[in-house]
Each structure stands twice: as C-alpha cells, then as structure tokens.
C-alpha cells in the first residue's frame, strides 16, 4: 500500500513539473544576427529610391511571464531591451559633390505576446507578434543629421526548450517592419530580420 502511494505521489510530482515548464517569470538575455536595411524617400532624386543594408549583431535583456491557455497551450508575454546599437549601413548621393548618409538602430524596446503549443513537456513550439521601438541614428555628410524614434510591428516563431525546470533555450525568427520617419527632405523607413537565441532563468 505504501508503495503505491508513494508511486501515484512521484507520478503526480513529475507530472505537475512538466505542466510548470515554460509556466511563471523569467529573465535572459538573448543574442541575434541581425539585418537591418533602410529604405529612403526624398525630394532629392539623387537620394529617392535609394537603401541601405548591413548585418550585425544584437545583445538584449529580457524579460518574461507565461501562462497556462490550456493543458497544451501556452501564452508568453515578453519585454526586451536592446543592450547595444546596430549598423544599417549607408548611402551615396550627389549634391554640391558627392555626400553620404550612414544609418545605424538603438535603443530597441519591444513588447511582444508568443501563443505557444506544447509538443512534448519540454518543448514548445510558438508564434510572435511584437510592438518594436527604435531610434534611428543619421550621420549625412552634407547637413547635421539627426535621430527619428521609428515604431513598428514584428511577425515570428520560434521554439522554446526546457533545459531544466529553472533554465530556458529560445531558438526564433522575427522579421519587423517599422515606420517612415521624415528628416529634413528625406523619409527613412526600416525594416530588420533577426535569427537568435536567448537563455533565460525561471524563478
């Protein structure tokens, strides 16, 4: 007798700590290869049509909280901070000689909800979609420059593994597309894909 219930106690124990993975708050940091590309608009011809393009790499904090839909379902709130810049490459144009625009994002903030569907009770598989904010930096060789706040929406998936029932590996894509912010006589427009991993603590 004492054996069984010792047996339906340890059945009971493993099963509530498969239904707690992914489940409560969390904190990681994640890092990502990013491609940032910025289309231009502007009065000047020698500007109008033309974009920039760079790789780089992204570090973030973040933070996260998720909750049971159902038995297999579970929602994920998030929030990160972008912990460094990244370059978005540059341009050429003419006017009074030949002048350069250089574009570099920082100062990325994104709240995101990730439904997510539990495969097996240390794997999930999730969706994203995310409100993105970035300040786009621009050096012009021909005028001041400046800085535009640019908002914009982010559309990805990804998996989520429990690598025990206090640590997390994210594995996702995300491609975002932002704003067009004008400055001066030109209009600039990002858009970012990013691939990367975040490694997160659950408390």
Not at 119 to 134: D, E, P
Not at 181 to 202: F, H, I, M, R
Request: glycine letters at 12%; charged letters at 15%; hydrophobic letters at 35%.
């Amino acid at each position: 007798m004492l054996l069984g219930l010792t047996a339906i106690s340890s059945t009971v124990f493993a099963q509530g700590a498969e239904q707690s993975n992914f489940v409560g708050p969390a904190l990681g940091l994640a890092v990502s290869a990013t491609q940032t590309k910025v289309d231009y608009e502007s009065s000047l011809s020698s500007i109008n049509g033309q974009s920039s393009q760079c790789n780089d790499s992204e570090a973030a904090l973040v933070a996260s909280y998720g909750f049971p839909l159902t038995t297999d379902w579970v929602g994920t709130v998030g929030l990160s901070y972008g912990l460094k810049s990244s370059d978005a490459g540059s341009i050429n144009y003419a006017y009074s000689g030949s002048q350069t625009v250089t574009a570099k994002v920082k100062e990325h903030v994104a709240l995101s909800f990730a439904p997510g569907y539990r495969f097996y009770s240390n794997v999930l598989l999730y969706g994203k979609l995310a409100y993105h904010q970035i300040k786009g930096e621009y050096t012009d060789t021909a005028s001041t420059g400046g800085t535009s706040s640019h908002s914009g929406t982010g559309l990805g998936f990804g998996f989520a593994f429990a690598l025990s029932p206090s640590l997390e590996l994210r594995a996702e894509y995300e491609a975002i597309t932002y704003s067009g912010e004008k400055d001066l006589l030109t209009t600039g427009k990002p858009k970012q894909s990013t691939a990367g991993l975040a490694v997160l603590y659950k408390f």
